[in-house]
């Protein structure tokens, strides 16, 4: 028999060149799909409390309105009377005096205005509808052997602390409203259409 002759064993770290430059850089593959949302992670810990803040501006209430009646005739004098009243059905932060029959602007803006009376037979009715002194609107009927009810309306822009009040005109003439003490025949009513400081 032959004898077997042993394979020659090679020293590969002999054969092992040197380090080569690196190569330039691939060009970037392909996005993959997006991943499934993970899981929620735990709350992180309370920061700390903050600074305070500047004070912010005054709060401004953006309604008016008054609704108020009388019991009350009232006849003309030698002098211009402020018609009083003396029931108040709204009266929205007080901003009708009922002492002073007047009421006062403090929201600035557009308001509509509401005046209704019971003339007098035989008599002249003959009021207006003022502001800060002067004469708006008229609210006037002839004299007539019947008594009616009579109405005026309107709208006024108003500033701040302007004064809308009815004044009964002066006694050249015989003049009067009519009312009594059961029912409420003469009311005044206002109330805030817009604001001035809505655009």
């Known amino acids: 028999m032959y004898q077997a002759i042993p394979v020659p064993q090679i020293n590969i770290t002999i054969l092992k060149g040197e380090k080569g430059d690196r190569g330039d850089r691939g060009v970037q593959g392909k996005y993959g799909k997006t991943g499934s949302v993970g899981a929620r992670g735990h709350a992180g810990p309370k920061g700390q409390k903050g600074s305070m803040g500047a004070p912010g501006d005054r709060c401004k209430n953006h309604y008016a309105a008054f609704s108020v009646g009388r019991k009350k005739p009232l006849h003309s004098n030698d002098y211009y009377q402020t018609v009083i009243f003396d029931t108040e059905f709204v009266n929205l932060y007080g901003h009708f005096n009922m002492f002073t029959g007047k009421f006062y602007c403090y929201v600035p803006g557009i308001y509509f205005f509401s005046l209704n009376v019971h003339t007098w037979n035989q008599k002249e ?75």
């Open 125 to 199: 009715t003959y009021l207006h509808i003022m502001k800060n002194g002067e004469e708006v609107v008229i609210l006037y009927a002839q004299v007539s052997d019947r008594s009616i009810m009579q109405s005026q309306s309107l709208m006024l822009e108003l500033q701040d602390q302007d004064e809308v009040w009815v004044r009964l005109f002066k006694g050249e003439r015989e003049n009067a409203i009519f009312s009594d003490e059961f029912d409420t025949y003469i009311t005044f009513s206002g109330y805030l259409v817009k604001p001035a400081t809505e655009p």
